[in-house]
């Protein structure tokens, strides 16, 4: 049995979940998720708490197995809690400012980067921190995990001089440099 799959994922007071066929619905006070999952995996939710079970033990339902639950798991803390990721902005001149739903960088190109932000995601950006900071928000992990990765995308970090995008607490090994004459 897997060990993911196997532990129950608690549902919060203010968190509504309905599931329809193999369709499940998950509502709460930060927005709403729905995902269809493999109809191979069976929920039961009982006592405030969400169990997903598998019908044999072959390798493609073990697998099944503790993702079901584990896609679950970040739709129910979404909903309640949110997620965020934050990004440091590293170079001089580097900058970014919120305008509404949109991002402008200022990343060293001829021409400003404007970024636009889909529906469910917020920014916050931190001017008085060094590196300059943005925080990333939305009750949907995968999203907010792929508008970072689309936002590092536009200047990632320099191999050289560590310059450009990178998420917070992101260690890079930095290459040296030309040795000079002797």
Known sequence: MSRIGRR????PNNVDVKVEGTLIRV???????S???P???SLNIENQSILVSRPDDTKQKKAL???TRSLIANMVKGVSEGFRKELEIVGVGYKVDSKGDKLVFSLGYSHPVEFALPEGV???VDHKARPMKVTLMSHDKQLVGQVAANIRA?????SYKGKGIRYAGERLKLKPGKAGKK
């Open 39 to 41: 109809s191979s995996m």
């Open 27 to 33: 509502k709460g006070p930060k927005g709403e998720l």
């Open 154 to 158: 536009l200047r990632p970090p320099d």
């Open 122 to 124: 917020t920014a916050e």
């Open 35 to 37: 995902w269809d999952f």
């Open 65 to 67: 197995h503790g993702l």
């Open 8 to 11: 129950p994922v608690e549902i």
